[in-house]
């Protein structure tokens, strides 16, 4: 449901549906970081999920790096959109 609404969205901005792009794939990291989470705090002793967190964690991090540097507007936007950090204003 919320993928399709995602996919919908990034489509009326491109006029197509990509599915490899930056910004979609650092939004099924966020919809699969926010399960797993959700999942942890219920069982706290599973570590192999614990460390599949982490690994999804870094993609993100480091997919949201290359997004900064690359395009700095569509960085901000999509920080807004997802809610994931609060930009820091000078």
């Known amino acids: 449901m919320v993928?399709?609404?995602?996919?919908s969205v990034i489509s009326q901005e491109e006029k197509?549906?990509?599915?490899?792009?930056v910004e979609f794939q650092i939004f099924s990291f966020t919809n699969r970081i926010r399960r797993?989470?959700?999942h942890l705090?219920?069982?706290?002793?599973d570590y192999l999920s614990q460390r599949g967190l982490r690994k999804i964690l870094g993609k993100r991090q480091r997919l949201l790096s290359y997004l900064s540097k690359k395009n700095?507007?569509?960085y901000?936007?999509?920080i807004n959109?997802?809610?994931?950090?609060?930009l820091?204003?000078?």
Do not use: A, D, P, V
């Open 81 to 86: 959109r997802l809610g994931i950090r609060e």
């Open 3 to 7: 993928k399709n609404s995602f996919i």
């Open 72 to 74: 700095t507007i569509g």
């Open 88 to 90: 820091k204003t000078r």
């Open 76 to 78: 901000k936007e999509l």
């Open 16 to 21: 197509e549906e990509n599915k490899g792009s």
């Open 36 to 38: 797993l989470t959700s």
């Open 41 to 45: 705090q219920l069982h706290k002793k």
